[in-house]
Nanobody, 124 residues
């Protein structure tokens, strides 16, 4: 069973930065695509970014140019570097993974495993 533990959230001022981390265990990390989702109060869970295990990435339009997803396969860790944060980025952020070897897109139901979530609050 794949286990994901995400961390790094906190309170930050608008225009500030945070870096989220997610450590994966229970699978061959180099074969595991890793995504980030977020969910604001009263809203649907929203795709943020994905790092496909084949070496490519994709971002939601709302974060493109501000957020960067990266991975360190030696540490079984995926990161989300968030710059130029806006109040509308406030949400619980979750890392997620599909079954090994799969190439998920933007739907939450394409991901089989989820971290516990880490809160990001951006003040104006």
């Amino acid at each position: 069973q794949v286990k994901l533990v995400d961390s790094g959230g906190g309170l930050v001022r608008a225009e500030g930065s945070l870096r989220l981390s997610c450590v994966a265990s229970g699978s061959t990390f180099s074969r595991l695509s890793m995504g980030w989702f977020r969910q604001a109060p009263g809203k649907e869970r929203e795709f943020v970014a994905v790092s496909w295990h084949i070496g490519t990435t994709y971002y939601a339009d709302s974060v493109k140019g501000r957020f960067t997803i990266s991975r360190d396969n030696a540490k079984n860790t995926v990161y989300l570097q968030m710059n130029s944060l806006k109040p509308e980025d406030t949400a619980d952020y979750y890392c997620a993974a599909p079954q090994s070897g799969r190439l998920p897109r933007t739907r939450a139901d394409e991901y089989a495993y989820w971290g516990q979530g880490t809160q990001v609050t951006v003040s104006s």
